[in-house]
C-alpha cells in the first residue's frame, strides 16, 4: 500500500554501512519503523541520512506492507526546516533528549492526531524562540496529557504526591513523593515557556527531570533508561 503522511523523526540506527532502520511517528499511522537503503551514499541524494536527525519534520511516501516487518520510503521533503535546533548545541541537546523519551513512550500503530499536532507545534516553537532551558520539563508534564497519565492536580492542599496514581494526597505512602519533592513537582503546572512565572534553579531542573522521568516509568511498561539524561544534567 502506498501511503503519504507527516511524520517526526524519533530515531535512526545505522543498519551495515550505508543504510539506516528510521523508528517515525506518523500522522495519519502511528509508529512506523523504515528501512533506508544506501542512506549514506552520495548517490541517494532524495534520501540521504541527513534528513533523518531527531524530530526532523518530514513528509514521506512510503510503501506499507502492514506486515510486522519494516516499511519502506519512496521519496521524502522536510515538512519544517529547522533554522536553529540542528546548529544550537543547547537546543540539540534537548531535541535528542525529547526524540529518546518519545521513542520510549510511544508504543502503538495507531494515529494519535492530538499529539502529533502538539509536538509540530511545540517544536517548531522551540525552533523559532531563544532557548528556554525549562522546554524539556514543559514538553514532557504536558506529553503526559496525550499519553494519558496527566496529574491530577485538583487538590492543591495536599502535601505528597503519589505517582502511581497521578494524585495528591494528605496520606503518605513509600511510593509518595516526599512534601520537598512534591512542592517542587507542583511548580510543573505553572511553567510555561513563554514567560518567566515559574524560576527554576539548574538544581531544581534537575531535580524535576528525575521526579518526571520516574513518573514515566511508573505508567509506561518497559519505559527504557534514558541514556541522554546525563547530558542534559550537565549542561542546565
Not at 86 to 101: C, D, G, R, T, W
Not at 193 to 220: A, E, F, W
Request: glycine letters at 2%; hydrophobic letters at 40%.
Amino acid at each position: 500500500m502506498h501511503i503519504k503522511t507527516e511524520a517526526i523523526v524519533l530515531s535512526a540506527l545505522r543498519y551495515q554501512e550505508k543504510s539506516l532502520i528510521v523508528k517515525c511517528f506518523t500522522q495519519h499511522f502511528g509508529l512506523k519503523t523504515y528501512f533506508v537503503r544506501n542512506a549514506f551514499s552520495a548517490k541517494n541524494k532524495g534520501l540521504n541520512s541527513a534528513y533523518f536527525q531527531p524530530l526532523n519534520q518530514l513528509y514521506i511516501d512510503a510503501v506499507h506492507k502492514n506486515k510486522g516487518a519494516l516499511e519502506y520510503i519512496s521519496e521524502l521533503k522536510l515538512a519544517y526546516p529547522y533554522q536553529t535546533i540542528s546548529l544550537e548545541f543547547y537546543k540539540n541537546s534537548v531535541s535528542i533528549f525529547i526524540a529518546e523519551v518519545l521513542s520510549h513512550s510511544i508504543k502503538e500503530e495507531q494515529p494519535n492526531n492530538d499529539l502529533f499536532l502538539f509536538l509540530k507545534t511545540a517544536l517548531v516553537w522551540f525552533d523559532e524562540h531563544s532557548f528556554s532551558p525549562d522546554f524539556h520539563l514543559w514538553i514532557l508534564i504536558n506529553l503526559t496529557k496525550y499519553l494519558g497519565f496527566y496529574p491530577d492536580d485538583s487538590d492543591k492542599d495536599s502535601i505528597y504526591f503519589n505517582p502511581n496514581d497521578g494524585s495528591f494526597t494528605m496520606h503518605y505512602t513509600p511510593n509518595c513523593f516526599n512534601e520537598d519533592e512534591t512542592a517542587l513537582f507542583r511548580k510543573l503546572f505553572d511553567l510555561s515557556v513563554n514567560d518567566k512565572k515559574v524560576v527554576l534553579t539548574n538544581t531544581q531542573r534537575r531535580s524535576l527531570l528525575k521526579l518526571l522521568i520516574l513518573y514515566y516509568q511508573t505508567h509506561i511498561v518497559g519505559f527504557k533508561q534514558v541514556k541522554s539524561i546525563e547530558i542534559l544534567s550537565e549542561l542546565f
